[in-house]
């Protein structure tokens, strides 16, 4: 079955930096993805949607700036999380969708945990 | 905002007994779709129902979608222990133009040996 690919799995870093969040379809195009953020015991809130060649669409409360997604080829978007803070830390999934199935179905990455000292 | 409500939040039951997680939604949908995740990981697809059907199987699991009352359930039979995991529903959405996956807040299910 499609594969999706995160990486790094785990990352830790100072307050005050930024981090990048790989998310790869690994055998097929995906010109939409998705990114999620989980906090401990939580549900996946959807953070925003990533566009292939296009600008990000951001659900509302998530901040553009804060959180730079690039989705710059049909099989590679990146989140980007920019001037980290403790509250910043969390569980990121991403997900991409494989038009090639009848159903468009999504298929999950398996999550990156961000801890921001 | 989240689109699904699951109950109960958790379910703690026996191996060899069934599970039945409910799941609420608001507003229209394509399909609906059921996941699970191991603590601390990523997800795992169980199963996807579309908005004109009422009942699939797969395995031991079973799910029944009823659009006009905007719920779902999953039933796992004969439970192990290996299923321990939180379950979650999610709506495949089209809002804005736009088709996403909005999860519910899911059911954390203990099966103990």
């Known amino acids: 079955g499609a594969v999706v690919s995160q990486h790094p799995s785990r990352v830790i870093c100072k307050s005050g930096t930024s981090v990048k969040i790989e998310c790869r379809s690994l055998d097929f195009q995906a010109t939409t993805m998705f990114w999620y953020r989980q906090f401990p015991k939580q549900s996946l809130m959807l953070m925003a949607t990533?566009?292939?060649?296009?600008?990000?669409?951001?659900e509302q409360g998530v901040e553009k700036d804060k959180f730079l997604i690039n989705h710059a080829s049909l099989t590679l978007s990146t989140l980007t999380v920019t001037s980290a803070h403790p509250e910043d830390s969390s569980f990121y999934i991403c997900?991409?969708?494989?038009?090639?199935?009848?159903?468009?179905?999504?298929?999950f990455g398996e999550g990156s945990r961000l801890t921001v000292l | 905002s989240q689109q699904g409500e699951e109950d109960p939040q958790a379910l703690s039951i026996q191996e060899g007994e069934n599970a039945t997680m409910n799941c609420s939604y608001k507003t229209s949908i394509n399909n609906l779709q059921w996941y699970r995740q191991n603590s601390g990981r990523g997800l795992v697809h169980l199963i996807l129902i579309r908005s004109n059907e009422r009942e699939k199987h797969s395995g031991r699991l079973r799910v029944t979608l009823d659009t006009s009352k905007k719920s779902s359930s999953l039933l796992i039979t004969a439970s192990r222990a290996a299923d321990t995991a939180s379950y979650f529903c999610a709506t495949d959405i089209t809002q804005g133009g736009s088709e996403k996956l909005v999860f519910g807040k899911g059911t954390k299910l203990t099966v103990n040996p």
């Open positions: 997900s991409a969708r494989d038009w090639g199935t009848n159903t468009g179905e999504l298929f």
């Open positions: 990533s566009n292939e060649g296009s600008k990000a669409t951001y």
